[in-house]
């Protein structure tokens, strides 16, 4: 599977990148001016999504029951779990009060059951796909450690063999070389509000074999608050920084992913504790991929 096809940037986000487009926010919440040039710091943009509208050239949804899951994913942004306004992607669980049929299944064919709770996942695979270099998220997330609360910021290499399948070489299972993982924001509700795990899952050799333990680092942050998520590849390896600072590195990890990774943003919700809320969002402001400058 080669980058070059699936990474080109379309015209509207080469218009952005020498327009040095502007996508943060203050604390506020209103539009601010944070400029992401071209070229900065011996590194060059070549995706970007300031997510002004939602671009089908960039992502798609996905349906699938993973991690035992009580939500049922949801195309097209139905419920409003999925909704792109004010510059911002808005990703969502959905309470609706009564259950509602689900139309997928698990990797072994298993039926979801009907869920109460909605959600939205979508993913850059078959779009905007590349080889290590740098991936970089800047999201929030309010009410941080409500029972249940799953968001994720992560990436999958793109010979996943899970829905939806394009290509032919889409066969390889997670978590082996080509369906490698790494989670660059994950918040699991069971270890409290405004912190947040990041990394490389670690393959054990087989099919569903991953060590989610071995590799990983929590770190604190005040989650409803901006800031940028992201990895980074130096050498053999992985750096995982927040707002520009490396927290955390991975040891000769990033030779574990030599093959092109897909973006993966998704709010699930990981148990059936009742939510005190109608609704959970992370927003994300933008979401680029950076290649070093040789």
Known sequence: MTPDRRSLPSLLTLMCLVASCSAAKDDQGARGKAVLTAQTGGWEVDFLD????FDPEHWQDQLLWVNDEQQCYVRDGRHDTRVVSDGTLKMRVVDLGAPLPCDYTDKGGKQHPPSRWVAGRIISKNRREFVQGRWTARLRVEGSGQAGMFPA???????NDEPPVRDPDETVCWPMTGSGEI??????????PDHYAARAIKSTGTCGGGDWQALMHVQEA????WHEYAVEWEGRDLRFLLDGAEVYRSVAQGDQFPEPLFAVLNFAKINASPMTT?????????VKHERRLR
Do not use: I, K
Not at 183 to 192: A, K, L, W
Not at 222 to 225: G, K, Q, S, T, W
């Open 278 to 286: 109608p609704m959970w969002t992370m927003e994300v402001d933008w």
């Open 222 to 225: 005040a989650l409803a608050e």
């Open 153 to 159: 910021w992560w990436l999958l290499g793109a010979q």
């Open 183 to 192: 989670d660059v924001f994950e918040h699991h509700s069971d270890g409290g």
């Open 50 to 53: 300031d997510f002004d509208r």
